[in-house]
């Protein structure tokens, strides 16, 4: 996804003349200036980030009490970071910058650490948790996901053949191609995104793009007015995941999967008020060392990766095998210490502070995905999505319609048929989470699905929150796998037509 934020800066710079964020003209002395503007730009992104985050973390803990802070965070963001365009006397705040592409490149595959560090404690109930149980409970969920994420991937086909049957661009200057040509390669483009994430989007670009002989330059701007609308609506896109994740009808027609709650025990906890700030601290401390350094070393294999096998969306898969190492290993450790409560040792800290990581740690993923949807919202460019290509928004929009639409039907009709076969074991039915996580896994690449796949499930459910996310990772690879070559299929069958 920073790849994607990073080439769609570039190629809306290049056709849709985009200046830059305004210098301060506070100080007009050559030697500082330069300092003050890049100061200020990064105050302006930081506060862009931070104000759409507590509004929305406050609206659902104080306001809603159900949901839809992270709704209110993307939409808030996405109107602070364009008003400017309707209000002429307010500065443009920035829409690109290194602080955004961290929520993509950093934050994001924190929260799925975090996530998987939620579950680290000692639980009073493992003995009902064998390793059998916590296997079958994620064989069950892969198997819910199935359905889903092929039924999705079929829709993502069909969405963006429709979009090409029914949406035509017209003639422009800059568009000195057929426009049915630009409707197909933009297809395949759209349908590679929806398949595997957006980083495929431009993976596809590159490899159609030779067919129009001229590097894509009759294309014109259509690349780029598609690039600004793909982000716009998958801006919405996750704004109605969340909503939807909290509707009791569609939790009805996809009901939940039963699994047992656990409690986590923290023996080594006391009441004394400095210890148990010193160890809340010092867990802080420990889970976002876990979380910074595991995405290091996940970045750094997936690029010898990418370097040797030219295959993507490993980072996620290892960072969530770093994860279940953490908290496997952090639970051994609980299980064989032996505090004193009446010791102030080190090692009676240690075990306040690993104690406490399963605690803290939903906090600061929730926190990772806030920023998220605040650098969704801020990077969404509406006005330049709209006047750069009303058609590419159109388009977009319907793909991502059809997609959905054949999602619910499709795994609803799954369903019905599994309620037969289901009583003679052969079929797992999908949850509402599960049908969620594995649309999100197409359209939104394993990184995003993982991290919501995070807050859908109560923290008191670790288990069946684990294999929900080891599910959005498995399937998110396999699309990053596959959904560039079925986009350029796609794309060269429609230029047949």
Known sequence: MNSYLVHRTRTRDKHHNICKTPTSRLFTAPSILPITSYAANNIAAGITLLLPTLFGIVFEKFISKSGGGQVITLLSAALLSNISSIVSWIPKLPTEHVLYDWCWSVFLPASLVFALLSSSSKATESDEFSIDDRANTTKQCLQGMTLPFFIGSIGSIVGCIASFSLIKFSMTPTLTTSPQVASAILAGCLCASYIGGTVNFFAAAKILTPLLGDGGESMGSLFGSMAAADLVVMAFYFAILSTTSKSAWLHCLFPSRDVVATTTECTGATNESEELIASSFSATLIAITIALSSVSVATRFEQMVMKHFNLPGTMCAFLAVLGLFYEISIGAILCTMQPNRQSKTLSHLLYNSLSRISGIAPTLSNLCFYLLFAAVGT?????????????????????????????????????????????????????????????????GGPSTAAAFAAGLVPHDKGVYRRSLIIGATIYGVIGYATGTTIGALLAKSLLRL
């Open 379 to 443: 990077t969404a460019d509406i006005s330049s999505a709209v006047s750069g290509g009303p058609m590419a928004l159109a388009f977009a929009s319907l793909t991502l319609f059809v997609h959905s639409m054949i999602v619910l039907g499709g795994t609803f009709i799954g369903n019905c048929i599994g309620v037969l076969l289901a009583r003679q074991g052969k079929w797992v039915q999908s949850s509402w989470e599960e049908v969620l996580t594995a649309s999100n896994a197409a359209i």
